[in-house]
């Protein structure tokens, strides 16, 4: 089955410490998302690229977040500085492009990142 | 503003006895409907949706999920429960039908998740 890949799986660092996540979307997937899960605020959209252009990225901090796909099968995002509240597994998922995504996401594994 | 309710955080049943998973949404324009379940240290499945058609929507796992448009409802059913069913179940609607410009369709909106537990 095709998947969408997400490294690392777990990631504990220092507060202040920079932290990047990565996203290999399915091949032929042009939407990729970042979510972000916490008990306290479930799923947030953090944003979201079309054909590799931001089109959303309201849902994101934006003094220490930013992600960008440098190209077709790569999703970062990063947070420089980290902190504690920043503690949270973040999925990754994409969708095939026009009518595609009516038929759902497709997420990954997750990065479970703990900041301490 | 466009949000997905799931009035219960936690459904507990007994094995073979039916179950409903509750949501309710609220958003201008035609709604696409979506179920997920999350199981331990997993990201989401997808589990069925409705987009335009018969009210009954059948998915994965004998899941089914029935639109109703006046209660503005989407909830999830299964016959009979197994104990390999308990998972974290996540409804959610995505920005489409009235929407159908390319570039801004397909924004998912999740509920807060109903934790779902099966006792033998």
């Known amino acids: 089955d095709a998947r969408v890949t997400q490294t690392p799986r777990h990631k504990v660092t220092e507060m202040g410490q920079e932290v990047t996540m990565r996203c290999q979307p399915i091949l032929g997937h042009n939407t990729v998302f970042w979510y972000r899960q916490t008990m306290m605020q479930g799923l947030e959209l953090l944003a979201y690229f079309r054909n590799r252009a931001p089109l959303d990225d309201s849902g994101m901090p934006k003094d220490r977040f930013s992600a960008e796909m440098p190209d077709a099968t790569l999703a970062t995002l990063k947070i420089q500085p980290s902190e504690p509240r920043d503690s949270a597994v973040y999925f990754c998922?994409?969708?095939?492009?026009?009518?595609?995504?009516?038929?759902?996401?497709?997420f990954g594994s997750g990065t479970r990142l703990t900041v301490v | 503003a466009q949000s997905v309710a799931q009035p219960e955080d936690q459904v507990n049943v007994a094995e073979g006895n039916p179950l409903t998973v509750k949501c309710t949404y609220s958003?201008?324009?035609?709604?696409?409907l979506f179920w997920y379940v999350q199981y331990p240290n997993r990201g989401l499945q997808f589990l069925l949706k409705y987009i335009t058609g018969d009210n009954l929507v059948k998915g994965s796992y004998g899941f089914e999920a029935e639109f109703n448009k006046s209660q503005t409802s989407f909830h999830l059913k299964k016959p009979s429960a197994l104990v390999s069913d308990s998972a974290l179940y996540f409804c959610a609607v995505s920005l489409l039908g009235a929407l159908m410009i390319y570039n801004q369709g397909g924004k998912l909106i999740f509920g807060q998740g109903t934790e779902l537990s099966v006792k033998p």
């Open positions: 998922a994409s969708a095939p492009g026009g009518q595609g995504y009516n038929y759902g996401y497709t």
């Open positions: 958003v201008s324009g035609n709604p696409y």
